[in-house]
């Protein structure tokens, strides 16, 4: 706690730059529903005076005194407000902005209207969650992370997978944050839908590289989503039904104007549907469901309370009956996560936000066994990760050259690799072995946005990052600097640089993101991994045409990359007088490392009738184990030479939406055999000679490649007003042209009566055909 009063103080004892400036600060909300905006760009007209609203709604910008002051607010998809003011004293001035009357959305509909060529950070995507909303899905199920797919420098994992390879990342290496809490296994069905229901979402922004000072943990990428807070003025409400799922979102004000209520809800019926198609003595399916929650209370400028949630679980059972026993099976995961925040104005340049976090991933198998006699069989397998948090970060605005972050946080962990219960009754065993390992992972940070002069933007960091593992302590400084340069009013230089450190590791021998997958903690024998990530690049506004564009090049390299050694899993336990045990996993791992680097061009259009983006990426990734491929260097599973992906949403008339994404991407790095071998006995007078065994011949890992992914999609929305709000009918086609992609290869063989020799043929398995979807959407 010394550590936070000292920052607190360092800041509060600011020196004041003279006694003739005043300070202008306070909250920007929607008007309608109070919902407090994230990114608003606040300025003086006709300067490069600004700042932008934090993740909380406020600003504080200091000014010189003057009788007659211009301060504008502005946010992409609302109305610019004007305020004219005597800034002879310290102002509070909080605004409401009023949605374009253009727009169909009336929500939050995207991020901050700065300019992308003033600011310093680079590498960053945000996209408006309308846009979510109208592009095209599998199934209709609208997607968080598969869209973000659709970004330049982001690969998805296989056919239909929700997982994100970030520059050459594994899903492990990106921070996937919900309100504060990191999410650990962000996918339902295997990986095919994530687990973030649009509806209850406000912001949603990616960062791939010049990470702030602020993240840390993961090498690759954050994700960080920001849900609603809830209506402050009246009950509102939105749902959908589909094809495989429904949805229902209520907010409203407990307190009018004072504090308000989410709750959002999601749940399949797949089970439901094939209940009536199963014998009699058997009982099956599969279902998941999601449930978001959030209140807050606003006690007055200085302290706003807010508490949110999320709880989601995946199902998959079976029950049968037979000769008079019983047995049952299944699998399941689930992620639940909570955050408590306090924000606290200290004055009008120094805001904090104190949060207490929880976070919970756990995987489960089980199987029962009980026959006529009563003689039982239970086997019970689970693993998982349990998160413990405190977070406290200020903001402090001491002039319009500066804006300072700061900040510590601490996280007690408790991984459990592996945990079995077994009874037998038959041999009367039973077992109970749990592997739990406790570790505390903590960070410092502190960084400033400077503007020393009106062409340049500087952001600048420095993280400190600590991990106590048992027997061992790690202590690892991470740099941070990313910078623009302005060479016109609309055209811009950037570079930035970062070093991350992770401590907490997914280890997989499926590369898809399965819930098998084991989170593991860095030990005394496990390093954490590394990454130094360097990047350039240019980015300009059209401001007239509403376009942006950006273009960059980065070279990253890692190292204390983890994977399973070849012929391991996670069922894999020692045998031996310690049978199960803390190491057992650490037995099953190798270390390596990788390097990827390539450009990234992305054109986007956020706003009006016809918005979308053109990305395109070049692209290479390697990676290299001293116990795999014999030390030698070879391409990432997921290495993608080319990676185009094009989306558009086009609004036709008021009453009709339009939409398309088509994406092209060089096939996976995959392992095929090269020839088989075949051992033979002779027997003479037995009919020959037949093959006792064969034998596959691999060439180098990952030397052949699948065929070239592409895939059309289209929807179509018919919107109508009602008195009670309005409805939408969407109709959409995923894979239009039912493009075969392979999802994976095998080899078959057929057999030659003639030459009595089998010829090996490669066949591939293709996951989706065409699949025509509908969905009926409303909202009050």
Known sequence: MKILYSIALLFICFPVFSQTRYTISGYVSERGSRELLIGV????????????????????????????????????????????????????????????????????????????????????????VAQIKDIPALLGEKDVLKVLQLMPGVQKGSEGNSGLYVRGGGPDQNLIILDDAVVYNAYHLFGFFSLFNGDALKSVELTKGGFPARFGGRLSSVVEMNMKEGNKEKLHGEGGIGLISSRLTLEGPLKKEKSSFLISGRRTYADALIRPFMPKDEKGGYYFYDLNTKVNYDFGRKNKLYLSGYFGQDRFFYRSKYDGGTEKAGF??????????????????????????????????????????????????????????????????????????????????????????????????????????????????????????????????????????????????????????????????????????????????????????????TTSRIAPQQSQQVAAGLA????????????????????????????????????????????????????????????????????????????????????????????????????????????????????????GTWVYGTGNAITLPLGEYFAYEHRPGRGGSFALASQNDYGPKNSSRMAAYHRLDFGIQFHKKKRWGERTWEISLYNAYSRKNPFFYFID???????QTQEGILKQITLFPIIPSFSYSFKF
């Open 540 to 659: 300009k506004d059209f401001t007239e045409q509403g376009l942006t564009l950006t273009l960059e090049g980065y070279y990253k390299k890692s190292k204390n990359i983890l994977g399973y050694k070849e012929g391991a899993s996670f069922l894999l336990i020692e045998d031996g007088p310690e049978g199960a045990n803390e190491v057992s996993w650490e037995n099953n791992v190798t270390a390596g490392k990788g390097w990827s680097y390539g450009v990234e061009f992305l054109l986007q259009k956020k706003i009006g009738r016809f918005s979308g983006w053109a990305g395109y990426t070049l692209s290479w990734t390697q990676l290299q184990f001293d116990s795999l491929n014999f030390g030698k260097k070879y391409y990432a599973r997921y290495d993608r030479r080319h990676d185009i992906s094009l989306v558009g949403i086009y609004e036709l008339t008021p009453k009709i939406t339009i939409s």
């Open 41 to 128: 760009n606040v300025y003086q007209p006709g300067t490069s005076v600004g700042t932008v609203t934090n993740n909380y709604g406020f600003y504080s910008i200091t000014l010189p005194a003057t009788d007659t002051l211009t301060l504008a607010f502005s946010y992409v998809g609302y109305q610019p407000e004007l305020r004219k003011i005597a800034l002879n004293r310290n102002v509070e001035l909080n605004i409401e902005l009023l949605s374009d009357i253009q727009l169909k959305e009336v929500e939050v509909v995207a991020k901050r209207q700065e300019r992308i060529s003033e600011s310093p950070q680079m590498s960053v995507v945000e996209v408006p």
């Open 749 to 755: 063989y057929k057999y030659d009566d003639k030459t």
């Open 332 to 521: 399941n995961w689930g992620n639940a996560t909570g955050t408590l925040r306090w924000n606290h104005l200290f004055s009008e340049r120094l805001f904090a936000n104190t949060s207490l976090i929880f976070s919970n991933y756990r995987f489960n198998i089980y199987s029962q066994e009980k026959d006529r006699d009563g003689a039982e069989y239970n086997l019970d397998y689970f693993s998982g990760i349990r998160d413990i948090g405190f977070k406290y970060d200020l903001d402090f605005f001491p002039n319009p050259k500066h804006a300072f972050k700061a900040g510590v946080l601490s996280t007690y962990h408790r991984f459990t690799p592996s945990a079995i219960v077994l009874k037998d009754s038959d041999v009367n065993e039973f077992k109970r072995e749990i592997d739990a390992i406790h570790v505390v992972e903590s960070g410092v940070y502190v960084e400033d946005l400077y503007k020393p002069i009106p062409q340049l933007r500087i952001n600048a960091g420095f993280r400190l990052s600590h991990f106590a593992a048992k027997h061992k302590q790690y202590l690892r400084p991470e740099p941070r600097l990313s910078a623009s340069y302005g060479l016109r009013n609309d055209l811009s230089v950037k570079a930035s640089y970062a070093v991350m450190n992770q401590y907490v590791h997914l280890i997989s021998n499926t590369g898809i993101g399965l819930p098998t997958d084991l989170w593991v903690p």
